[in-house]
Nanobody, 124 residues
Framework: QVQLAESGGGSVQAGGSLRVSCTAS????????VGWFRQAPGKDRAFVAS????????YYADTVKGRFTISKDNAKNMVYLQMNSLKSEDTAVYYC?????????????????WGQGTQVSVSS
């Protein structure tokens, strides 16, 4: 069993940057692919980005491609989502999710473990 916890959310003005982090306890992150999802008020949870076991393969939603970067530090048991050029439509609760199968696609059902989420608010 692995427990995931997000941190680093907050408020920022449009055009600014923020980095959210996900840490794992109970198991090493090197054995998990990790995805970031977000849920805005009144909307379904949406895929943002993902990264494979090794950290070599990454995948992004079109809405964040070129602005967000996902990275993984297996030695520190951390996954990061660097968010640049933020827009008001990026406002949401951001969740990290882990997959022991190395699934790192956009389907939420492919991930077994979820954190509690961290709020990101972007004001225009």
């Amino acid at each position: 069993q692995v427990q995931l916890a997000e941190s680093g959310g907050g408020s920022v003005q449009a055009g600014g940057s923020l980095r959210v982090s996900c840490t794992a306890s109970g198991r090493t992150f090197s054995r998990y692919a990790v995805g970031w999802f977000r849920q805005a008020p009144g909307k379904d949870r949406a895929f943002v980005a993902s990264i494979s076991f090794s950290g070599i393969n990454t995948y992004y939603a079109d809405t964040v491609k070129g602005r967000f970067t996902i990275s993984k530090d297996n030695a520190k048991n951390m996954v990061y989502l660097q968010m640049n050029s933020l827009k008001s439509e990026d406002t949401a609760v951001y969740y990290c999710a882990g997959a022991s199968t190395n699934y790192h696609g956009p389907a939420a059902s492919g991930y077994e473990y979820w954190g509690q989420g961290t709020q990101v608010s972007v004001s225009s």
